[in-house]
């Protein structure tokens, strides 16, 4: 599955789409291909707020229960209700229709220190390598 | 599974097998310091005779003829041997907690069946496959509150039992969790003008046990209402199973907390118990601890297995959502088969000859100068009387009758000076409680 080039990415295989101080998280295909069949995700409620680093969720597969970090601090304007009934979205669709939050930035410059798609890609090749190694 | 020791050929045999010379070396990877270096202090091993010898003196302490009107969480039940002849089956006794549904399909059965009878008794939607027990399963009930409203300040009343108060004071300590009591009304339940007063939106959970720890019964509905009127949630718990065969389950708590105790667990020393958790469907992802779910195998069989373990400690180590590692399988299964034997219709006749017995009793106390009934909400199998003097002092009189006397309020409740907790019974018969209440006027009637 390509990785937009409009988007950003953290080590933590989460994707940013900020549109002026709006952004649009969700996790990258590399992140549900490891985590496997997705089950449940839970999610903040709009008006919590949300800080760079920190945890502000979780999603289940049937093998674990993983953290989504956020790739910046803010206020959550809408969380993806949709996903609570089809969490196997974030399997299909991980960079569209199982989009997690959106969220107003407090700072949107923070996003400059995330990876571009190119630099994700190597990223994430690098990590397959390890992987098979 | 049986327990072989190993001889000392086999464990040179183990060792050379892995590669070590000795099991120091296979321990070497422990700093020194953090060893060992003696051996343990115990008593030498003793003959298969002085064994006997030894439990024969033990059994000899029990107070085997005494009639009991001690309760206060631990309760006096009739047993079947039946439940004893299917926990000491090996299969059963000797085996770990499964984790394999491979070999473990009756174990996991039985901690089903247990799940689903403990759903169905507490009006809740699902229940778990047990916790330590009843004080441990509040606790948890509380911190599973707390993760689901993301608050940290819980109203407990004080009427709940005060072990399983301390038990929450002990884990909320160091976890920021901020626990402040609730008084109780003149009846005995919980003061609900405090309560309200004491609302805010920033409490995770109302905690109340019902029947409370004077044994009255609680209005779950209206202090549910109150709780969720702030978006908090109802921990309701419960010390006295049987109670359940009589009155309405706790359906509007968010979360039952119950001892399982009652349900053919003697009350030996204390303990082993079981504690239960139940609660709505929607909450399953927060319940702490062990979940069996049914499925089907491959071939389209009905089968058993852990479901939901994903946020166990095994797997989400400190992000797990309890410390909890197991479950009380054998006490659980020992609640299982006797629930079974009893039946519907044998827990509500046993719970009817619990409150008749009560009722009885505090009549014929009631009768005595000086006896006051104190609390007069609605109870099940516990009263709580005032005497005219010590409660101590009268039970060191009934004790030289062979009866265990009732529960001293006095020790937690320092306000509750004469206050005495009554417990009676199925194993209690009318001529024991006719003996009972001619103690307690004797007792009453000697000069101090």
Redesign the interface.
């Known amino acids: 599955m390509p990785y937009p080039a409009n988007y950003r990415y953290t080590k933590e295989h989460e994707w940013v789409d900020a549109k002026g101080d709006i952004a649009t998280i969700g996790i990258t295909d590399y992140a549900q291909h490891e985590l496997g069949d997705v089950v449940?995700v839970?999610l903040p409620k709009p008006g919590a707020r949300i800080e760079a680093g920190k945890s502000f969720g979780t999603v289940?597969?049937?093998?674990?229960?993983s953290?989504i970090y956020a790739p910046a601090a803010g206020e959550v304007v809408e969380a993806n209700g949709e996903l609570h009934d089809t969490p196997e979205k974030i399997n299909t669709d991980p960079h569209g229709a199982a989009w997690l939050i959106k969220v107003r930035l407090a700072n949107p410059s923070e996003l400059a220190n995330l990876m571009d798609a190119k630099a994700y890609e190597a990223y994430i090749a690098e990590k397959n390598k390890e992987a098979s190694a | 599974m049986r327990y072989l020791p190993k001889s000392p050929d086999e464990r040179r045999e183990m060792l050379a097998a892995i590669g070590a010379k000795s099991i120091e070396e296979l321990f070497s990877s422990i700093p020194e310091r953090y060893r060992l270096n003696k051996p343990l202090n115990l008593p030498p091993a003793l003959s298969e005779a002085e064994i006997i010898g030894y439990f024969k003196e033990r059994a000899a302490e029990n107070s085997n003829g005494y009639v009991s009107f001690l309760g206060a969480g631990v309760y006096n039940h009739l047993r079947s041997v039946v439940t004893d002849a299917i926990i000491q089956r090996g299969e059963f006794l000797t085996s770990y907690t499964p984790y394999q549904a491979e070999i473990a399909q009756g174990t996991l059965q039985a901690i089903f069946e247990f799940q689903t009878l403990m759903s169905q008794l507490t009006g809740q939607e699902v229940a778990n496959a047990s916790m330590y027990d009843g004080s441990t399963a509040t606790t948890e009930a509380v911190l599973m509150a707390e993760r689901l409203t993301g608050r940290q300040r819980v109203l407990v009343a004080r009427s709940v039992h005060p072990e399983y108060r301390e038990v929450l004071k002990t884990y909320a300590k160091h976890s920021g969790l901020q626990v402040e009591e609730i008084p109780y009304a003149a009846n005995g339940t919980v003061d609900e003008k405090a309560l309200h007063a004491a609302m805010r939106n920033d409490v995770a959970a109302v905690v109340v046990q019902s029947p409370n720890f004077f044994g009255v019964i609680e209005s779950i509905n209206a202090l549910a209402h109150e709780a969720h009127a702030h978006e908090a949630l109802l921990v309701t718990a419960i010390a006295e199973g049987v109670s359940l065969g009589l009155l309405r389950p706790p359906v509007e708590a968010d979360i039952v907390a119950m001892e399982a105790q009652s349900f053919g667990m003697a009350p030996s020393y204390g303990g082993p118990f079981a504690g239960v958790l139940a609660s709505r469907d929607k909450f399953v992802r927060q319940m702490p601890g062990r979940l069996a779910g049914q499925t089907v195998d491959s071939e389209g069989h009905r089968g058993f297995c852990l479901t939901l373990a994903t946020r166990e400690q095994h797997i989400r180590r400190e992000k797990a959502t309890s410390n909890i590692c197991t479950n009380q399988a054998l006490c659980a299964l020992a609640a299982t088969v006797h629930l079974c034997l009893l039946g519907k219709e044998g827990l509500r006749e046993m719970a009817q000859q619990n409150h008749s017995k009560a009722q009885f009793a505090l009549g014929e106390l009631a009768k005595i100068p000086g006896v006051r009934r104190a609390f007069d909400a609605p109870f099940f199998n516990e009263f709580t009387v005032e005497f005219p003097r010590s409660v101590k002092l009268v039970n060191a009189q009934l004790l030289r009758d062979k009866i265990i006397g009732p529960f001293v309020l006095g020790t937690p409740y320092p306000e509750l000076t004469k206050h005495a907790l009554v417990c009676v019974t199925e194993t209690t018969s009318r001529k024991d409680i006719e003996k009972f209440a001619g103690a307690v006027r004797h007792a009453l009637e000697q000069p101090i």
């Open positions: 449940f839970e289940e597969s049937v093998k674990a229960v953290e």
